[in-house]
């Protein structure tokens, strides 16, 4: 996954790259690698979970009984109060990566510095 990513950013043109700083392209590829890696681990989890609900439920319905559709309701009315602290978990989460952006370019420039003194 991070060859691949690496491989990209060293085809970026010149005007991409002046476009972006350090900063923003480290903390793109830790993130975009991360996120690959999550959906290669979860792919096999699409298969079997819808599997492991149903006998679940089953399992549960024949334990409780009726019981169990009630708490299926509840599940299913939950649904927008999620999707709405989900959009702002998101939201927060884009402002915290400018932050992470802002702080990879100082730790690059620093270490850039401490390079350039250490070899005059």
Do not use: H
């Amino acid at each position: 996954c991070s060859t691949l990513l690496f491989q990209k950013a060293l085809r970026v043109s010149p005007s991409g790259r002046a476009r972006t700083n350090t900063g923003q392209v480290v903390n793109m590829m830790s993130v975009d690698t991360n996120v690959i890696m999550r959906f290669v681990q979860l792919a096999g989890m699409t298969v079997v979970t819808p599997l492991q609900i149903v006998i679940s439920l089953v399992l549960i319905e024949k334990q409780v009984g009726s019981a169990t559709w009630v708490g299926i309701g509840f599940l299913f009315a939950l649904v927008p109060l999620n999707a709405i602290i989900f959009s702002s978990v998101a939201k927060l989460r884009r402002r915290v990566l400018k932050w992470q952006d802002a702080r990879v370019k100082m730790t690059n420039d620093v270490l850039t510095g401490i390079r350039v003194i250490k070899y005059m």
